[in-house]
């Protein structure tokens, strides 16, 4: 674990050890403010190395207290708090400076430059700070400033930039500082909507590639459902919720939560494979002609999958092609596969589906990274994901795709030939997209 917080306090006030006893007690929060303000109340979580974990609330849930205690900007009343498994509570101001200067980096909310010096010198701040020499941080800091999209402005004064701008400086400073953990409090709260969306992306994307550890405190939770590999939902100092953004939007722990979930964009937040369903309408490749057709009378649908050896997903059939493979006695099921129209891994977002799902008639394939098929998502669940419904009632079942070719044509075509001799009807004919 990179961070560890088990049963932290924090409480301003002239009595701050007398009002964390009363809470510990089963005191509320409005019981003791006699003795102080309580502004964290028994937090305990893990950060594991390599996630983004996000700590969402309204203001004055206490987010903002809580990531100041875990670089002991704050001191914690009570609990314990420990930095890859060294307890920074109690420590001294210098192990403090250490702490910071070395694992941990932080990003605010309102950039934190020094406006009289350059780009380039706020970037290498955080070097400077740890005694690397002139020339070394310049470099570094100039490398972090192309990649976060600043290259041609290391000269220039913050005042010069927009504040857009200006957060991607407080980014390359973090980044450049080279700390295994970052703590981002309410960093792209200040920026227009789409400013921010673009900060999200890039943070993402840098985090991705590099696995740093990130705490990052916000108060809007289509931000915390976009970036969070975790979330703490946090009410009156509390957490009241800890889990994956899955969990927490279809499964809130109280009325609270709901209510902050009730207009998140679902379609960013689930994935294919939060919705997917198991693939029932699925034939062998080994399989026959027949086979296939019986598969997809017996599911009342006109396509179904085909998949080889491992169940890896090569391709899809059409109920009148192998009408006309068992009528011409073929056994081969390849001389009718065509290619699977839609296929999405389980990590994209169900916002991607929309236009697959409307271009094929058949459900979206989800397959894992050895293309071996491990959902399908219909249009029908599709649809209910975004309005959280239940994808089945007991009236109206799902069928998608519907039969290009009768029920009764099929079975009569099945009865009518036997296994590799074929014994055509005569008067029964196919037509595109019809039977008679």
């Known amino acids: 674990m990179a961070l560890s917080v088990d049963h932290a306090y924090k409480v301003f006030g002239r009595r701050p050890k007398e009002a964390v006893k009363r809470l510990q007690a089963g005191a509320s929060r409005d019981d003791v403010k006699q003795h102080g303000t309580a502004a964290v109340i028994d937090a305990s979580f893990d950060v594991k190395v390599g996630e983004i974990f996000v700590v969402m609330g309204l203001s004055g849930s206490g987010k903002s207290t809580l990531i100041r205690l875990l670089n002991g900007l704050g001191d914690t009343t009570d609990g314990s708090i420990s930095v890859f498994g ?12 250490e702490v910071r200067r070395e694992r941990m980096a932080m990003v605010f909310q309102h950039f934190a430059l020094l406006p009289h010096r350059s780009v380039l010198d706020n970037a290498a701040y955080g070097l400077e700070i740890k005694g690397v020499p002139l020339e070394e941080r310049r470099e570094r800091a100039r490398g972090w400033l192309d990649r976060v999209g600043l290259k041609g402005w290391a000269d220039s004064l913050p005042s010069e930039l927009s504040g857009g701008m200006q957060q991607r400086v407080g980014l390359a400073r973090a980044f450049a500082a080279d700390t295994q953990i970052l703590l981002m409090d309410e960093a792209f709260s200040a920026l227009d909507p789409l400013i921010r969306r673009e900060m999200q992306e890039l943070l993402v994307e840098l985090q991705q590639e590099l696995g740093k550890t990130i705490v990052f405190i916000t108060h809007d939770l289509n931000e915390a459902m976009f970036l969070g590999d975790r979330i703490a939902v946090m009410r009156d100092g509390k957490i009241v919720q800890l889990g994956t953004p899955n969990d927490i939007l ?34 062998p490749a080994s399989a026959g002609p027949r086979a296939a057709l019986r598969t997809m009378r017996d599911m009342q649908t006109s396509a179904c999958f085909v998949i080889s050896s491992g169940r890896k997903l090569v391709g899809v059939v059409r109920d009148k092609d192998m009408l006309r493979l068992v009528r011409e006695g073929s056994a081969n099921i390849n001389d009718a596969l065509k290619p699977t129209p839609s296929i999405v891994t389980p990590e994209q977002y169900i916002a991607e589906l929309f236009e697959l799902s409307v271009e094929s008639p058949l459900p979206v394939a989800v397959v894992d990274e050895q293309d071996r098929l491990i959902g399908v998502v219909p249009r029908v669940t599709l649809l209910a994901s975004l309005a959280n419904l239940p994808t089945m009632t007991t009236e109206i079942p799902i069928i998608e795709p519907t039969p290009d070719v009768p029920r009764a044509i099929i079975t009569a075509t099945l009865d009518a030939t036997t296994d590799g001799n074929a014994a055509p009807d005569e008067g029964l004919t196919v037509t595109e997209g019809s039977a008679s």
């Open 86 to 97: 060294d307890e920074i509570v109690g420590m001294s101001a210098a192990e403090l400076r």
């Open 250 to 283: 279809t499964d809130p722990a109280n009325d609270y939560v709901a209510q902050f979930v009730q207009d998140v964009d679902r379609a960013r937040v689930l994935t294919a494979g939060d919705v997917m369903e198991p693939p029932r309408a699925v034939v």
